[in-house]
T-cell receptor, first 117, second 114 residues
Framework: AQKVTQAQTEISVVEKEDVTLDCVYE???????LFWYKQPPSGELVFLIR??????QNEISGRYSWNFQKSTSSFNFTITASQVVDSAVYFC??????????????FGPGTRLSVLP | DGGITQSPKYLFRKEGQNVTLSCEQN?????MYWYRQDPGQGLRLIYY???????QKGDIAEGYSVSREKKESFPLTVTSAQKNPTAFYLC?????????????FGNGTRLTVT
């Protein structure tokens, strides 16, 4: 069965520090997709990135970077030079194809990041 | 701007009453979803709809009902049979019902039942 673990329940950092959010997943499928979402206090989940299981290239987008390692089933998210606006709950999610067509989305429990001024 | 609108943002009901949460999208997405979020937990799927006039139960459908009469709309009714209805409810949509399609979320409705 598929599962997503985010072992860090809460993290607090001071502004300008770098912070890494961990995500470990379990799946039996060879084709799957990994996502990160940000949930600010407003409540809406904001899509940040999607990565497919065949693309292990790391990605950088501004202050955000993602490290995908199939060997350890991890898809970690790093924020460089954190800012107060980064304070949110971050969710990692795994999506497998269901019946070779549909989708089966599983979310981790989330990591609450607090960036202090 | 395209997006998903959920209303109301806060909803209070007495125990034993049914309540309907609204979800409208103008993204022209085929698939729509309802999730429930409880403190410290991830999102759990209640119902989903791949196309108009079709919907399927998710992992925690008991005590909930939905309809999908229009592509843009996917209302959720929380019935009196739902034993613990107080929660944050999120509606989402995706362009297709496929594993690679990201979900796009609304702002959520916080339901409190007393």
């Amino acid at each position: 069965a598929q599962k997503v673990t985010q072992a860090q329940t809460e993290i607090s950092v001071v502004e300008k520090e770098d912070v890494t959010l961990d995500c470990v997943y379990e799946t039996r499928d060879t084709t799957y997709y990994l996502f990160w979402y940000k949930q600010p206090p407003s409540g809406e989940l904001v899509f940040l990135i999607r990565r497919n299981s065949f693309d292990e290239q790391n990605e950088i987008s501004g202050r955000y970077s993602w490290n995908f390692q199939k060997s350890t089933s991890s898809f970690n998210f790093t924020i460089t030079a954190s800012q107060v606006v980064d304070s949110a709950v971050y969710f990692c999610a795994l999506s497998e194809a269901k019946d070779n067509y549909g989708q089966n989305f599983v979310f981790g429990p989330g990591t609450r990041l607090s960036v202090l001024p | 701007d395209g997006g998903i609108t959920q209303s109301p943002k806060y909803l209070f009901r007495k125990e034993g009453q049914n309540v309907t949460l609204s979800c409208e999208q103008n993204l022209n997405h085929d698939a729509m979803y309802w999730y429930r979020q409880d403190p410290g937990q991830g999102l759990r799927l209640i119902y989903y709809s791949q196309i108009v006039n079709d919907f399927q139960k998710g992992d925690i459908a008991e005590g909930y009902s939905v309809s999908r009469e229009k592509k843009e709309s996917f209302p959720l009714t929380v019935t009196s049979a739902q034993k613990n209805p107080t929660a944050f409810y999120l509606c989402a949509s995706s362009s297709r019902y496929r594993a690679d399609s990201p979900l796009h979320f609304g702002n959520g409705t916080r339901l409190t039942v007393t």
